[in-house]
């Protein structure tokens, strides 16, 4: 049957109904959107959160980095692939530092600054054979040492 706008009723119905499926759609999206935002919805920050220990780990359950308090001190310590030490920045009664590292876990850079007062840098060499140490504290020095741990060269001379 066509009816007075040309359209057959079936056409007519079948828009209808599409229009009513979008609607009620789009009706059971709203609601759905609802319903989570009611349950889950926005809720504050918790004010601290408490643990000893974090730890950042991959798919396979391989420490790459630890947050945690240790004996003398909360410690940030960055791991590598292999589990090895690579930095990290410790505080203590003696000291606040920060220690790079290589592939063995040798420390290479150290900036610390001590209980005493006292503060500085050092740069090792492979298995800590060596190193130049900038140390600040009074006059404060440059020293460099050898592979025995003797000082070779100092400055000032004193």
Known sequence: MISQTGLHIEDRLAAMERRSRRATLLVLVLLSAALIAWVGGPQSAPEALTAQAFQLVDAEGNVWAELALRENGPALVLFDGEGVTRASLIHSDDESALY???EKGD????????????????????G????????????G?????DVNGEATARVPAK
């Open 128 to 139: 800590g054979d060596g190193a130049a140490v900038l140390y600040l504290k009074g006059d």
């Open 100 to 102: 790079l590292r290589d």
């Open 141 to 145: 020095s440059l020293t460099f040492y």
């Open 107 to 126: 420390i290479r850079v150290g900036a610390a600054q001590f209980a005493h007062g006292g503060g500085g840098f050092a740069l090792h060499g492979p």
